[in-house]
Structures are given as structure tokens and as C-alpha cells.
């Protein structure tokens, strides 16, 4: 059973920074395209940026420049690191797979941006 969990989320001041983790048990990870989500309040979850099994990154237009998507096989784990942040950032940040036609999603963690 494949499960994702993710971490790394918080209260930040526009313009700093957060790193984002999520960490990928009971599949073999390195096979996986894996993504981030965000779901703002009152608006429809929304594609992050997404990384292949090949380490080929791809980035919603809102986030180029300022996030970077990584993942590190050896420890199953996909990063989103969010520099530059803006109060338009603040969401429920979800880790996401889909493989066998199935979509797995860790719980979501909460990411705010405010002064």
C-alpha cells in the first residue's frame, strides 16, 4: 500500500522561504512521477509543478522562478522548495502520485503566508 506524507509546512513572512517534504513508503519510488498540489481557500486544487523518473521538473506559471521541485530516491522522498513567497501562496500543500491508474495524495500540509 502506497503512502505519502508530507511535512515542512508553517506561518512565514512574505518573501522568506519554506522547504516542503514528502516521503513515499510502500511503493518503489523511483518510478514515480511525482507532483505538488495546492488547494487556496475557496478555489479548486491546482498542479504545483511536477517531477518524472528522469528528474524532467515542470512548474505552474504562478510559482517559475521562485519554487524547485526535487526528489532524492535514496530516501523516497520529493521536495518543494518555495522561495519568495506571497500571501497568494497560502494553501493546504498536497504530495501526489498516480500510478496503476490510481491517485494516491498524502493529508495536505498548510502553508501560510502573512505579515
Known amino acids: 500500500q502506497v503512502q505519502l506524507v508530507e511535512s515542512g509546512g508553517g506561518l512565514v513572512q512574505p518573501g522568506g522561504s519554506l522547504r516542503l517534504s514528502c516521503v513515499v513508503s510502500?511503493?518503489?519510488?523511483?518510478?514515480?512521477?511525482m507532483g505538488w498540489f495546492r488547494r487556496a481557500p475557496g478555489k479548486q486544487r491546482e498542479l504545483v509543478a511536477g517531477?518524472?523518473?528522469?528528474?524532467?521538473?515542470n512548474y505552474a506559471e504562478p510559482v517559475k522562478g521562485r519554487f524547485t521541485i526535487s526528489r532524492d530516491n535514496a530516501k523516497n522522498t520529493v521536495y518543494l522548495q518555495m522561495n519568495s513567497l506571497k500571501p497568494e501562496d497560502t494553501a493546504v500543500y498536497y504530495c501526489?502520485?498516480?500510478?496503476?491508474?490510481?491517485?494516491?495524495w498524502g493529508q495536505g500540509t498548510q502553508v501560510t503566508v502573512s505579515s
Open positions: 501526489h502520485l498516480a500510478y496503476t491508474r490510481t491517485d494516491y
Open positions: 510502500g511503493g518503489i519510488f523511483s518510478i514515480y512521477t
Open positions: 517531477i518524472t523518473s528522469g528528474g524532467s521538473t
